[in-house]
């Protein structure tokens, strides 16, 4: 079974930077598509950062231009380097992986940014 564990959340003051970590339980170049969704309270859950298995990258408007998702040397790691955060980021942020048939999730990790 696929998990995906996210790590790296936290406190941050505006301006600050996170980077967050997804390690998977398989290659990840198994998967799709690899991505970052946040959610914030009372808010849909929204696509942050998306990677294809082609290294094809994409962005939401809102953080396009601060954030970077990337893919780790180790071959099951996905990265989100956060720059610049800002109050409005503040959300559980959440791995997930796209396989033909399915979507794997991860638990979520928080990532609060004060003012």
């Known amino acids: 079974q696929v998990q995906l564990v996210e790590s790296g959340g936290g406190l941050v003051q505006a301006g600050g930077s996170l980077r967050l970590s997804c390690a998977a339980s398989v290659s990840i170049f198994v998967f799709n598509n690899m991505g970052w969704y946040r959610q914030a309270p009372g808010k849909q859950r929204e696509l942050v950062a998306g990677i294809t298995l082609g290294g094809i990258t994409n962005y939401a408007d809102s953080v396009q231009g601060r954030f970077t998702i990337s893919r780790g040397i180790a071959k099951n790691t996905v990265y989100l380097q956060m720059n610049s955060l800002k109050p409005e980021d503040t959300a559980v942020y959440y791995c997930?992986?796209?396989?033909?048939?399915?979507?794997?999730w991860g638990q979520g990790t928080q990532v609060t940014v004060s003012s």
């Open positions: 997930a992986a796209d396989q033909s048939d399915r979507t794997h």
